[in-house]
């Protein structure tokens, strides 16, 4: 099992900042992929961002088109912390955004096995 705990969400102008942080406890951390996801509200839940572990490494980050330039996801192998840093950030990114993880390699159109409980991002404009 995994425990994914995030913290970071708030309030945010239109053009600021935001960092996620996701941390991860009850399996090796760094033989997970992980990834973010969001849902606004009315709206499907969409992807965001993917670190996948490959062998002994992090793969090349994947973003989605609408985040991509502006976000950036890393992890932090020292304490089992995946971040989500977020620039320039815009009305439309206000949403619940959650952490995932899974053993495998994951795609945008995966349905990891772990989730966090989510944590609310709200840009005004």
């Known amino acids: 099992q995994v425990q994914l705990v995030e913290s970071g969400g708030g309030l945010v102008q239109a053009g600021g900042s935001l960092r996620l942080s996701c941390g991860a406890s009850g399996r090796t951390f760094n033989r997970l992929s992980l990834a973010w996801f969001r849902q606004a509200p009315g709206k499907e839940r969409e992807f965001v961002a993917i670190?996948?572990?490959?062998?002994?490494?992090?793969?090349?980050?994947e973003y989605a088109d609408s985040v991509k330039g502006r976000f950036t996801i890393s992890r932090d192998r020292a304490d089992d912390t995946v971040y989500l840093q977020m620039n320039s950030l815009k009305p439309e990114d206000t949403a619940v955004y959650f952490c995932a993880a899974g053993p495998t390699t994951l795609r945008p159109d995966s349905e990891p096995p772990y989730w966090g409980q989510g944590t609310q991002v709200t840009v005004s404009s």
């Open positions: 670190s996948n572990w490959i062998g002994v490494i992090s793969g090349i980050p």
